[in-house]
């Protein structure tokens, strides 16, 4: 990092990662991915299906394992942390989203946003009022807030995943197809939502992701396939 | 770290499936339902007993030539009970006392004669010390005043088939090794509902059975009837150090009563096992249940690990889950068993079909009235709450260890 230059910080770096599945068929979904992931990227992993996407944000969020190689989050090596320090990394620097069942299930849509806080430690006033302005912001009605995640539709419950994930302002989005289940209108809207909080924040993004709407917003496009990167290229925009 | 919902969220979670918890809270509750119901049989049995020995003549504390209980020999008596009575009297906590003289013998009508406990005893006293100058059914207890005749029980009477008014001879061994027998008019019938008793014993008024046996007025025994049972011991103890070595002794009724003892502990050890079982199967169920809970919702660990859950705090959520389940749980157990042991309090339960179960205790009636002690329900609310939460150590390790990406893969 030189003076003058843009901060150009590694949020993540991954070194020769390595994934083999073997619970029955064994399956090398990883095989040898090296990324830097700079702070305030939004960057897309796309790829056909099957091709290792899933499994490298796993990877990177701490949530299973490599079979070789080493994941680094802000400098510090995943391999060497223990079960409750990977869960206060998450907590305190990772947001998450999934491809679908995102959900506490017995928590209403405000209690599930809640409670990313309360992990966080923010107070009860404060967290209410966080919680119920990031699900306004995300597109949800109010009406819908203090519904559980069975009575939210698909899209609803992705919306309040991704509150949940950018609510606490985390250094790293880790997003697998956030989209997935979103018509364009509201795709599009989170979409707004998260580039803001990019630009604003210096929040850093990764999505897992097929959708174009998605693509078309990255500043960065990184493409899987069989477990190898192929292509990963930077798009210049102005903005 | 501000204190997470994890008690809502356990709450909520104890709610999703109501049939899989009301079996968790049922299990529970038969613990301790059974458990209180169980402790309220024993404790009224143990107060039963205690109760009905010290009436059936025992007294709490007995005064007595020492080995007499053991090995009692017509040669062994209190040949001058004046300075043992006085020493009686001037103990703490005695509120009375009634002597006794003991022989074995034979009950004999002209066509039939049948073993028999003597048992003299002094009219008066023995309205105060034991329960049977009230379990005459038929005749009076002796006269007040003219102390003549012999009471015996009614299974005995219908043996011999006598009647009121009918002669009943009474032989023993005397003193001087001779056999003596005198027939006495038959003034009273009793029922104690103990075959002991009833089948087993006559009854004299004490000056004749000192006559015949050649005691002149010398004892075998003094019950003593404490003011409070408590004190038992106390007495004891209190008489023990000034009566005269090496000749009489004092003994508590649960020490001369070694049967009734030796049942009452025969009975704990069985209840003991009853309630282990009992516990181990509810502990099983209860870790169980928690268990299926807990892979039901894989997944959901999955998401809150990715949320930043530490496994600890998965396992205090699963732990909160088994604390509202044993909660409820022996609350309704509590009230439950209360409730059953309440009713068996009034109305008690009937050992009368195991007649030689209950001769053995030395019972007078058969009827238990369960005892409804606090102690009971706060050891018995205590114990199966520990043992639910403690069900859930194993599933709750078991949710805190699943790995996050493998639990957000199963649906
Ligand atoms: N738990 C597992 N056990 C065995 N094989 C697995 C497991 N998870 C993933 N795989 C395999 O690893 C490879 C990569 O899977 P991954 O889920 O990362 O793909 P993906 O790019 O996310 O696909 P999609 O676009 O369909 O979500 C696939 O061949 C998949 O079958
Ligand atoms: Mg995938």
Redesign the interface.
């Known amino acids: 990092m030189t003076f003058g230059d843009v901060d150009m910080e590694t949020v993540v770096k991954t070194e020769n990662l390595h994934k083999v599945y073997s619970d029955g068929l064994e399956v090398e979904a990883l095989k040898g991915v090296n990324l830097d992931i700079e702070r305030g990227d939004f960057m897309t992993i796309a790829g056909p299906s099957g091709s290792g996407k899933t499994t490298l944000l796993n990877l990177i969020g701490g949530l299973d394992v490599p079979t070789e190689g080493h994941v680094f989050v802000e400098g510090r090596d995943l391999s060497k942390m223990r079960k409750s320090e990977l869960a206060d990394l998450r907590r305190t620097r990772l947001g998450f989203v999934f491809q679908s069942f995102n959900l506490i299930p017995v928590l209403t849509a405000l209690e599930n946003v809640e409670f990313a806080l309360t992990l966080r430690g923010v107070e009860a006033g404060e967290r209410r009022d966080k919680a119920v302005e990031i699900l306004k912001r995300v597109g949800l009605d109010e009406g819908m807030i203090n519904r559980r995640p069975t009575d939210l539709s698909g899209g609803q419950q992705q919306r309040v995943a991704v509150a949940r994930a950018i609510v606490g302002e985390p250094a790293l989005v880790l997003a697998d197809e956030p989209t997935a289940n979103l018509d364009t209108e509201n795709a599009l809207g989170l979409l707004d939502m998260m580039a803001r909080l990019n630009e604003e924040r210096g929040v850093t993004f990764l999505f897992s992701t097929h959708d174009p709407r998605v693509m078309d917003r990255a500043k960065r496009r990184v493409t899987l396939r069989d477990g190898t990167v192929v292509s990963d290229e930077r798009v210049s925009r102005e903005s | 770290?501000?204190?997470?919902?994890l008690m809502r969220?356990a709450w909520?979670?104890v709610w999703?499936n109501k049939r899989r918890s009301a079996i968790t809270i049922a299990a529970l509750a038969v613990a301790a339902g059974s458990t209180v119901w169980f402790m309220g049989w024993g404790d009224g049995f143990t107060e039963k007993m205690a109760e009905d020995t010290v009436k059936s003549g025992m007294g709490h504390v007995v005064v007595e030539p020492k080995g007499f209980e053991k090995d009692p020999q017509i040669s062994e008596y209190i040949d001058d009970p004046a300075p043992v009575v006085s020493l009686i009297e001037g103990t703490d906590g005695v509120e009375t006392w009634a002597p006794r003289v003991e022989a074995r013998g034979l009950a004999t009508t002209p066509e039939n004669s049948m073993g028999a406990v003597v048992f003299g005893v002094d009219p008066a006293r023995e309205r105060r010390a034991s329960v049977f100058p009230n379990r005459i059914v038929e005749g009076s207890f002796f006269g007040y005043g003219d102390e003549e005749g012999v009471i015996i029980g009614h299974k005995m009477a219908d043996v011999l088939g006598v009647e009121l008014g009918d002669p009943v001879g009474v032989m023993v061994q005397s003193l001087d090794g001779e056999v003596r027998a005198e027939a006495y008019e038959l003034v009273g019938i009793i029922r104690t509902g103990n075959p002991m008793f009833d089948n087993g014993f006559v009854i004299l008024p004490i000056a004749a059975a000192q006559e015949l046996i050649g005691y002149g007025s010398g004892y075998n025994k003094i019950a003593i009837i404490a003011e409070s049972a408590g004190d038992a011991s106390k007495i004891r103890d209190a008489i023990n150090d000034r009566l005269p070595p090496d000749d009489l002794e004092a003994l508590t009724w649960y020490e001369v009563s070694p049967q009734a003892y030796q049942f009452y502990q025969m009975m704990l050890v069985f209840m003991g096992f009853m309630l282990i079982l009992l516990i181990v199967l509810a502990s099983f169920g209860v870790t169980n249940t928690i268990l299926m809970s807990v892979l039901e919702r894989v997944?959901?660990f999955?998401?809150?690990?990715?949320?930043?859950?530490?496994?600890?705090?998965v396992f205090r959520l699963i732990f909160y889950e088994a604390s509202v389940l044993s909660f409820i749980g022996v609350v309704v157990g509590l009230i439950a068993g209360g409730i059953l042991t309440w009713i068996n309090s009034i109305y008690g339960v009937d050992l009368g079909f195991w007649a030689s179960g209950v001769q053995m205790t030395g019972l007078l009636d058969p009827v238990i009235f369960f005892a409804l002690k606090p102690y009971a329900f706060v050891v018995t609310g205590i114990a199966v709450f520990f043992i639910g939460v403690v069900s859930s150590i194993y599933p709750g390790i078991k949710a805190a260890r699943f790995?996050?990406?493998?639990a957000?893969r199963h649906?």
């Open positions: 770290m501000k204190r997470l919902p969220t909520r979670n999703r997944h959901e999955g998401v809150m690990a990715a949320v930043g859950l530490r496994p600890f705090q790995r996050p990406v493998e957000m649906v």
